[in-house]
């Protein structure tokens, strides 16, 4: 039996000590399953290179939100493949590549594959060096990750829902009274307010309905953008409806669109906040998006 490696994250909003128990008898059905538990930050990038670097590991299984899951994606080697377990409040990731949402049906799922030999490569993006599996930004959508970072966690370690997510970004629309002018360049395209790129489409969720700002963007190819070149709250409503319909920033002239990108330059005139995966990233005046085709072996 094939050894494999279950990297579970018990401060993840859906990760319980039952289901990891769960997915630990799916999985040890076709492997000789090792478990391993994130302590603090970045810790699942140490597992997973250090399950990589062990050799003989056929495959490694992650049992996370999107932060875990692009945690473990900087630590694989691009030779073992790794399972998406779904065990945040969006879990974007697994959604976006198929998975069924309920991590017990997800394990079996993905053992079968396993079993199967049965996996697929995708494309991933990185910025300034760190990957992420669907989407990163400058400006907007950073500055909402960071400010529901800075809420924190219930004592449970619950990250906040969605209603927060919703809040926060009503209050930074309101502090900013609905507009945001040209702070950044896309070096060769123009300038423009924020930045979002994405490596797949849906961007993100909002319970079970998927945001679509980047409606050709795929998993098989390079990186897309939108950046719109100004913000106004008559424009906010347009790029709404957008996203919920699936198709129409590609068409406007007040958005700077490109598909299927290698390289993607940006340069700020100010630090403005970046992330990757939802994941912050700090302050930068400068960033190079790449996209690696068909980097990482997952288990589908």
Not at 17 to 40: F, K, N, P, Q, S
Not at 78 to 88: A, E, S, T
């Amino acid at each position: 039996m094939r050894r494999a490696i279950l990297i579970a994250n018990p401060f993840a909003t859906g990760v319980t000590e039952e289901r990891i128990a769960a997915i630990e008898r799916v999985l040890g059905e076709v492997a000789e399953l090792e478990t391993l538990l994130t302590r603090r930050p970045r810790h699942a990038t140490e597992l997973a290179e250090q399950a990589c670097e062990r050799g003989g590991c056929g495959a490694v299984f992650v049992f996370s939100g999107d932060g875990g899951f692009n945690e473990a994606v900087n630590g694989v080697d691009g030779d073992v493949p790794i399972g998406f377990l779904p065990g945040g409040g969006t879990s974007v990731l697994p959604r976006t590549l198929g998975i069924p949402h309920d991590p017990v049906e997800a394990a079996r799922r993905l053992a079968t594959a396993f079993a199967e030999e049965r996996v697929r490569r995708i494309s991933l993006g990185s910025v300034n060096g760190r990957r992420f599996t669907f989407s990163a930004g400058i400006g907007f959508d950073a500055e909402v990750v960071r400010r529901v970072d800075e809420l924190g966690r219930a004592p449970d370690g619950r990250r906040p829902g969605d209603v927060h997510f919703a809040t926060t970004i009503a209050r930074i629309l309101l502090e900013r009274r609905g507009r945001y002018e040209p702070e950044l360049e896309v070096v060769g395209a123009g300038r423009a307010a924020f930045v979002l790129v994405a490596n797949t489409s849906p961007y993100t969720y909002a319970r079970r309905l998927p945001l679509t700002f980047v409606p050709q963007a795929d998993f098989d190819l390079g990186l897309d953008y939108v950046a719109p070149t100004r913000v106004t709250p008559r424009f906010i409503a347009r790029l709404l409806r957008y996203a919920v319909i699936g198709h129409g920033p590609e068409r406007d002239r007040r958005i700077l669109y490109a598909h299927d990108q290698d390289r993607i330059e940006v340069r700020c005139d100010r630090p403005l906040p970046l992330h990757a995966d939802g994941e912050d990233l700090g302050d930068v005046e400068h960033a190079v998006f790449e996209a690696h085709r068909h980097a990482l072996p997952v288990l589908v």
